[in-house]
């Protein structure tokens, strides 16, 4: 949670106390006071992201040509193999046929510059260049049957259909993106950017849970499965995966926010919200027990668990802080300790 969220809070709690002072006395001031608990924290990374198919990519075709069927729509659960999308097959039986007819002209000049060179009348480089067009004739006839071979896109595995990038009617050049597609084999993952900070803390397998902003607030459980080596040229962060789990379902492209528990912690020391006073940012003030002297301290704030802030520990250890009565107290103020 977000220091500024503690900040809130605990400025909330501390505003619901007495409206008047309680009354100093010669025995001094009365509060109540609670023992300081030391901890160990593990500090969580918190990122927003989207939700995604571990597996996604954009299907093309391996020739150019003119689109004539896209046989899917978005959100289709396609198998292995199903045709996803067809070019026109005019188009491409006349490139194989204009291939072929090449194909025959270069072997009917390799076969009359050979009878040449046997007659003598020309020299053996003539043949040697028939047979080298021969070879590239024959060359274009196999491109020309690879394109008719792959005048189709088909799923290449059992997975559903994200976003239909080109209609029909469309001329696409060799690779374009015709269809976005999400295979389901790799499971489905929450993507966010963290920090070079932020990314130092993480390791694969750290537990993530994750809350999405259009299921009021559902989280699912998840580890972290990928971590980017190099930061984003765009955006400057880290990108993490998060492989999700029972999410298999649900459309890609949910945002929300992921909050990913690192195996690192700090020592920390957790009092009541009641005993913050003066929060300001990611700093404080509480006050502690010294016999029947209040001690002021200025302590960081590090987050908020509970009905109990986290601190840095920097208090004596034992410490009792005051959490009853102090937002009247001043530093070195004579106290006396009150039962509830």
């Known amino acids: 949670m977000p220091v ?17 002072a309680p009354p100093a006395t010669e025995q001094g001031r009365p509060v109540r006071s609670e023992v300081v608990i030391d901890t160990a924290l593990a500090t969580p990374v918190e990122a927003d992201g989207v939700l995604a198919a571990r597996v996604e990519s954009d299907l093309g075709f391996a020739v150019p040509g003119l689109i004539v069927r896209v ?9 292995r193999g199903e045709v ?24 009917r000049d390799l ?9 003598s009348v020309v020299g053996r480089a003539s043949a040697e260049d028939a047979r ?25 595995t059992t997975g559903r259909v994200l976003e239909i990038l080109r209609e029909p009617g469309a001329v696409v050049g060799a690779g374009t993106g015709v269809i976005r597609f999400a295979g389901t084999a790799g499971g489905t993952v929450f993507r966010v950017g963290v920090t070079d900070r932020e990314v130092l803390a993480l390791e694969l397998g750290n537990v993530a849970a994750v809350t999405l902003d259009a299921l009021d607030g559902r989280t699912f459980r998840g ?11 765009a ?15 649900l459309p890609r492209g949910l ?24 929060a300001d940012g990611e700093r404080g003030v509480v006050f502690t027990l010294a016999a029947d002297t209040a001690r002021r301290h200025e302590v960081g704030i590090l987050a908020l668990r509970g009905d109990r802030v986290a601190l840095e520990a920097a208090l004596p250890a034992g410490a009792r802080v005051v959490t009853a009565g102090a937002a009247w107290l001043r530093d070195g103020e004579i106290v006396r300790e009150v039962t509830p």
């Open 4 to 20: 500024r969220l503690v900040v809130i809070g605990a400025l909330a709690l501390v505003a619901c106390g007495p409206e008047v």
């Open 71 to 79: 046989a899917v729509r978005a959100g289709q659960e396609v198998e």
């Open 84 to 107: 996803l999308a067809t070019l026109d097959p005019q188009q491409v039986a006349a490139s194989v046929s204009e291939a072929e007819a090449g194909l025959a002209k270069a072997e």
């Open 111 to 119: 076969a009359r510059a050979e009878r040449l060179v046997a007659d």
């Open 132 to 156: 080298t067009a021969r070879d590239a004739a024959a060359a274009r006839v196999e491109s020309a049957r690879f394109a008719a071979r792959t005048a189709t896109i088909v799923a290449p």
């Open 223 to 233: 580890r972290v499965s990928e971590i980017a080596a190099t930061p984003s040229p």
């Open 235 to 249: 955006t400057a962060t880290y990108a993490v995966e998060i492989a999700l789990e029972d999410a298999a379902a």
């Open 255 to 278: 945002a929300g926010r992921a909050r990913i528990t690192t195996a690192g912690s700090r020592q920390a020391q957790l009092v009541p919200v009641a005993a913050l006073v003066e």
